[in-house]
């Protein structure tokens, strides 16, 4: 299957770039470029669009506020957003996150990191490393050291499995990882992740990590012992 792209970047050279990258694999199709985040978002309404690589700063309508436009849009439940950004610890990646992105790379990125990321965030993972999640993007997601976790009924339907998994998850474990770490299949591991994401309600891995930060399933640092 064909993943077909849509580039949302203000600079003609950037766009340029990618698309030459981009337009060399068989299994990937750029589709149109948008000049802003409102573009975008029409765009990926007139098009057939799996992925968006989007710029998060973009005159107009940025690429959070697109962001969100897409993500709260059901005919568009299936797109997956790509954040690029040229500060990788700007907070600005973390409104993203919350808005809806599957990921984020930086602008600085060669083309297989490039390649992969298209890739990966197609397949429905999310595109945050273990050190980003334990770390930056952990630690902006937490709730306040003391602050009670909002209610959310739908983790009490969740298995102990689900459980487990939601919060490796949420450190950045891949769906390998986590079938080492609980000495299951991959298959199992990735049976698990989905099931509880139906259950919780969120479209795709990058959000199950956002919503494990802010109801405290997990903090930043190492993960616990299981």
């Not at 669009?49 to 299936?78: H, W, Y």
């Not at 197609?122 to 306040?144: I, K, Q, W, Y």
């Amino acid at each position: 299957m064909t993943i077909r792209v849509l580039l949302a970047d203000d600079q003609a050279l950037i766009r340029a770039g990618y698309r030459l990258i981009l337009d060399t694999e068989p299994d990937i199709e750029v589709v149109g470029e948008a000049l802003d985040g409102r573009q975008a978002y029409e765009m990926a309404r007139a098009h057939r669009v799996d992925v968006i690589l989007m710029d998060i700063r973009m005159p107009g309508l940025d690429g959070i506020e697109a962001t969100r436009l897409v993500a709260a849009d059901e005919n568009l439940a299936g797109v997956r957003i790509l954040v690029l950004t040229t500060f990788e610890n700007d907070e600005n990646v973390l409104h993203a996150l919350r808005a809806g992105a599957s990921g984020f790379l930086g602008k600085n990125v060669g083309p297989d990191e490039l390649l992969a990321g298209v890739r990966t965030v197609a397949a429905g993972e999310a595109l945050l490393s273990p050190r980003a999640t334990r770390g930056l993007v952990g630690h902006l997601l937490s709730l306040p050291s003391g602050v009670t976790p909002p209610a959310l009924p739908e983790l009490e339907h969740l298995t102990a499995r689900e459980h487990e998994v939601t919060v490796l998850a949420a450190y950045g474990f891949s769906n390998d990882d986590i079938a080492e770490r609980l000495g299951v299949s991959v298959l199992t591991a990735k049976t698990h992740v989905h099931r509880a994401m139906t259950k919780l309600g969120v479209r795709d891995r990058a959000q199950l990590v956002v919503l494990a930060y802010q109801h405290g399933l997990a903090r930043p640092g190492e993960p616990p012992a299981l």
